[in-house]
């Protein structure tokens, strides 16, 4: 589903990621993980189409889409930062996607209903996005990133500054929900226990 080959990116005089490859199976989710400034998030934003490489190839699905623009790409993301909507209400944050696909108005409503069941959300479809918890706001921003059903989905540290027993409860959740959509996931984190329970596999970015 995913293959990424030879991926080079210089900042300058500075190589950040150095013909760097990997590949993914259909369903499988993979944790990234290495150092600060090891080049995880670098490579997630090549893989989006948000950094174009300075060598290499990027393939989904079997499609070479090195040069394809990053909303063309069937990826999902999921920031730190969540990156929630403020002016809209859980519903229409995770119907954004959905929307720009021009989806029907009751297909979008079906599946905000069951993202929100998936994520264990139910009947949050009004909320007001600044009356959300710290791990319910992730629980949506996971939600939003689904509902497209796209080919891969990246997270950046997707559970980072959450307190130790919400963190460890979301990661056991998040891993069942990848499952359960069969998606294509890849995870940046730094933290073991947090790939442990989240993953099929672990590489570190220094061993692709």
Same mark, same amino acid.
């Given at each position: 589903?995913?293959? %990424?080959?030879?991926?080079? %990116?210089?900042?300058?005089?500075?190589?950040?990621?150095? *013909?760097?490859?990997?590949?993914?199976?259909?369903?499988?989710?993979?944790? $990234?993980?290495?150092?600060? &400034?090891?080049?995880?998030?670098?490579?997630?934003? !090549?893989?989006?189409?948000?950094? @174009?490489?300075?060598?290499?190839? !990027? @393939?989904? &699905?079997? *499609?070479?889409?090195?040069?394809?623009?990053?909303?063309?790409?069937? !990826?999902? +993301?999921?920031?730190?930062?969540?990156?929630?909507?403020?002016?809209?209400?859980?519903?229409?944050?995770?119907?954004?996607?959905?929307?720009?696909?021009?989806?029907? @108005?009751?297909?979008?409503?079906?599946?905000?209903?069951?993202?929100?069941?998936? %994520?264990? +959300?139910?009947?949050?479809?009004?909320?007001?996005?600044?009356?959300?918890?710290?791990?319910?706001? *992730?629980?949506?921003?996971?939600?939003?990133? $689904?509902?497209?059903?796209?080919?891969? =989905?990246?997270?950046?540290?997707? $559970?980072?500054?959450?307190?130790?027993?919400?963190?460890?409860? =979301?990661?056991?959740?998040?891993?069942? %929900? $990848?499952?359960?959509?069969?998606?294509?996931?890849?995870?940046?984190?730094?933290?073991?226990?947090?790939?442990? +329970? !989240?993953?099929? *596999?672990?590489?570190?970015?220094?061993?692709?």
């Amino acid at each position: 589903m995913l293959d %990424v080959r030879e991926v080079t %990116v210089r900042f300058g005089e500075r190589t950040v990621l150095d *013909r760097v490859s990997l590949s993914m199976d259909r369903g499988e989710v993979v944790a $990234l993980l290495g150092p600060s &400034g090891s080049g995880k998030t670098t490579l997630l934003r !090549v893989i989006a189409g948000l950094l @174009r490489p300075d060598a290499g190839t !990027v @393939r989904i &699905g079997g *499609r070479d889409v090195t040069e394809v623009a990053a909303h063309r790409r069937q !990826v999902g +993301l999921v920031f730190q930062d969540d990156q929630l909507f403020p002016h809209h209400d859980v519903a229409g944050n995770i119907a954004f996607g959905l929307r720009i696909a021009k989806w029907p @108005r009751d297909e979008q409503r079906a599946r905000v209903t069951e993202l929100l069941e998936l %994520v264990g +959300l139910p009947g949050f479809e009004h909320r007001r996005i600044e009356a959300l918890s710290g791990g319910e706001a *992730r629980r949506v921003a996971l939600a939003r990133s $689904l509902a497209p059903r796209p080919a891969v =989905l990246l997270l950046d540290e997707p $559970l980072s500054g959450l307190d130790p027993e919400l963190h460890d409860r =979301l990661a056991a959740d998040l891993g069942a %929900v $990848l499952r359960a959509t069969g998606t294509t996931a890849l995870m940046v984190t730094h933290d073991r226990g947090e790939a442990a +329970l !989240v993953a099929d *596999r672990a590489v570190h970015l220094g061993e692709l």
